[in-house]
């Protein structure tokens, strides 16, 4: 059980479906099948084997899911990298994770190499494309013979080590397991109902577990055909869905609300879409109500890192009547809430999310304490607080972390950023906790406007005194003309702007 057999069972099942199309090539699944073969034979004789980590600097290609695919019929791990790192961040995790070899492209040669001079230790060096921008070409690593490497490779056998966004602190790498995503393609399969027939659209970068694991992975395991881009862009999304007739779509939040106000929008056909799906931040409810009435049903998700990117579901006939909510847990996961102390809190009542399922990681690579402190009695807690209805519906509060304590009680700011995102006008909102002499915190919101639109702050004041309590109300409202700072997920850098707005004098 692992997920080389992935590809030789569509290779015989099959070998004339198209199993990925990038920059217009198209590849089947026999000969993804052969090319995988073929390069797992090069990095064998290259001394690179199982248990070995290969990190991977690129932008979205064919060559980067080959390798993938390539470590997994090999037993070898891969260590994604994060695309919008400095060299100094990527030279702590290729280090830390002990990289046998680093693969990068031309665009991202420069840094490849910067980080490569700052790490510890002799790593050996592939580069993408023609040139030899950084390091040997990496088509030298294809060989003739594309016999299957025969490698005995078990579901505990690490395929990835997922480093964490270090929105938090360090990084820290997750070991995500052959059988981890190989249990949460076969439960996103059966939630998104993913055959052979089906066409899924991923622009998203695959250097971040969204990507590379929760929507490649169950389109892969599925059989479906993949079309791989290279950025999130509306019209360009539009075009793809219309004439690659995509069935299957996820982004997070903002793509779709970029995407609804394009211009052109209504010009498309969309017909072809039968999952669309969200995760990384709650939908509004104004989104959900756009979408719908263009035809596009939503389904939300959850999922973090630790989890192989996926464990909760809402289905879109469920998204109205559980407005806010996550989903249930998918098959074979368990959902709870705690407090402090781990002991289960009441059905509704907010406590600390703890999941337990197949997906969840087997640890922390070289960080056995993290580890223990993260999964307790095989339960992963996941630092994010959440309620639980009595449907078994999941609804997250806010990350812990995020929360503030104004005169003693707790602030949830996703709360207030519901609140906000439905005043029109508003395209995006983050609500942090800054310094106050008498509450010891307050809530500061950032909000940006949609293009054209014009937003006051007194009218946002006043929509969050009709609708919320008064300790949570923001004491400082400031409309940003900049994006707000995201991650590759398209989660808020809260770390970030609470760095930017630590001086008082800046929320005059």
């Keep these: 059980m692992n997920l080389g057999n992935v590809v030789r069972f569509w290779a015989g099942w099959n070998p004339d479906g198209e199993a990925q199309r990038a920059g217009g090539r198209s590849l089947s699944w026999s000969e993804l099948d052969a090319a995988t073969s073929r390069l797992a034979n090069g990095l064998s004789a290259r001394g690179i084997g199982r248990g070995d980590r290969v990190g991977i600097l690129s932008g979205n290609r064919h060559e980067y899911l080959e390798l993938a695919i390539a470590g997994y019929k090999l037993g070898s791990i891969l260590v994604p990298l994060n695309v919008r790192l400095t060299p100094a961040e990527l030279s702590f995790i290729i280090e830390h994770a ?25 790593v050996e060096r592939f580069g993408f494309g023609e040139g030899e921008a950084f390091g040997a070409p990496f088509d030298n690593l294809r060989r003739a013979d594309a016999v299957d490497p025969g490698v005995e490779v078990t579901a505990d056998d690490v395929a990835y080590i997922c480093y964490t966004s270090g929105t938090t602190g360090t990084p820290k790498g997750a070991m995500l397991s052959h059988g981890n995503v190989l249990a949460m393609a076969h439960h996103s399969i059966l939630a998104d109902r993913i055959n052979g027939s089906c066409r899924s659209y991923l622009p998203v970068p695959l250097s971040f577990t969204g990507g590379l694991v929760s929507m490649w992975a169950p389109a892969y395991v599925g059989g479906a055909t993949l079309v791989l881009d290279t950025a999130v862009e509306a019209e360009r999304a539009l075009t793809a869905i219309q004439d690659q007739r995509i069935t299957h779509f996820n982004a997070v939040p903002v793509v779709w609300e970029t995407l609804l106000n394009h211009p052109g929008f209504g010009d498309y056909d969309l017909s072809s879409l039968r999952v669309i799906g969200s995760g990384g931040a709650a939908v509004p409810e104004a989104l959900l109500a756009r979408l719908q009435s263009a035809g596009l049903p939503m389904s939300q998700g959850y999922g973090l890192t630790e989890g192989a990117g996926k464990s909760t579901w ?13 989903g249930r847990p998918l098959m074979h996961t368990r959902v709870r809430t705690v407090n402090d102390d781990l002991q289960d809190v009441a059905a509704g009542a907010v406590g600390e999310l703890l999941i337990r399922g197949p997906e969840v990681m087997l640890g922390y690579w070289n960080d056995p304490a993290a580890t223990e402190r993260t999964i307790v009695d095989g339960w992963l807690r996941t630092g994010d607080l959440a309620r639980i209805d009595d449907e078994g519906f999941v609804y997250i509060v806010d990350r812990a972390k995020d929360m503030l304590i104004s005169g003693g009680l707790n602030v949830y700011p996703a709360e207030i950023e519901a609140v906000i995102a439905g005043c029109p006008g508003v395209a995006e909102c983050a609500v942090i906790g800054v310094a106050d002499p008498k509450w010891g915190e307050t809530p500061l919101a950032l909000v940006g406007p949609l293009p054209g639109a014009v937003l006051d702050s007194a009218q946002i004041l006043t ?34 702007l609470r760095e930017e707005y630590a001086d008082p004098a800046r929320l005059s």
């Design 463 to 496: 929509r969050c005194r009709e609708q919320l309590a008064d300790y949570k109300r923001p004491r400082y409202v400031i409309l940003r003309d900049e994006p707000l700072p995201r991650g590759m997920s398209g989660k808020v850098l809260k770390r970030q």
């Design 98 to 122: 002990g990289c046998r070899a680093v693969v990068a492209d031309p665009d991202l040669a420069a840094t490849a190499t910067a980080a490569l001079d700052h790490a510890n230790l002799s």
């Design 314 to 326: 809402l289905r879109a006939e469920d998204a109205v009547r559980k407005i806010g909510s996550c």
